[in-house]
């Protein structure tokens, strides 16, 4: 009933930016925490950035000061702006939300593939 959906991702050179969007969709009677996590093939899904419904945020030491989370409750939807991109940013980047529905539960979306290559 409820869904995420990551867009945004790309292709782009090092040192370059990319603006993820999350929107969520359904029957949604409010959203907590939202969140972006990445992964790696191979490799375990890591924290990447997080912020409460009131704007309070929180980083991963590897992405602070380069990457900017936000929301817009009357949209449902988070954002991550991404600058100064490095190749170990490379990942898919997957949306989290708490949301409050019929039923409490937390979702992912299916992902938004960041390649930074040059």
């Known amino acids: 009933q409820v869904q995420l959906v990551e867009s945004g991702g790309g292709l782009v050179q090092p040192g370059g930016s990319l603006r993820l969007s999350c929107a969520a969709s359904?029957?949604?009677?409010?959203?907590?925490?939202m969140g972006w996590y990445r992964q790696v093939p191979g490799k375990q899904r890591e924290f990447v950035a997080v912020?409460?419904?009131?704007?309070?945020?929180n980083y991963a030491d590897s992405v602070k000061g380069r990457f900017t989370i936000s929301r817009d409750n009357t949209k449902n939807t988070v954002y991550l702006q991404m600058n100064s991109l490095k190749p170990e940013d490379t990942a898919v980047y997957y949306c989290?939300?708490?949301?409050?529905?019929?039923?409490?539960?937390?979702?992912w979306g299916q992902g938004t593939q960041v390649t930074v290559s040059s």
């Open positions: 912020i409460t419904r009131g704007g309070t945020t």
């Open positions: 359904g029957i949604i009677f409010r959203i907590d925490d």
């Open positions: 989290n939300a708490d949301v409050l529905a019929a039923i409490r539960g937390n979702y």
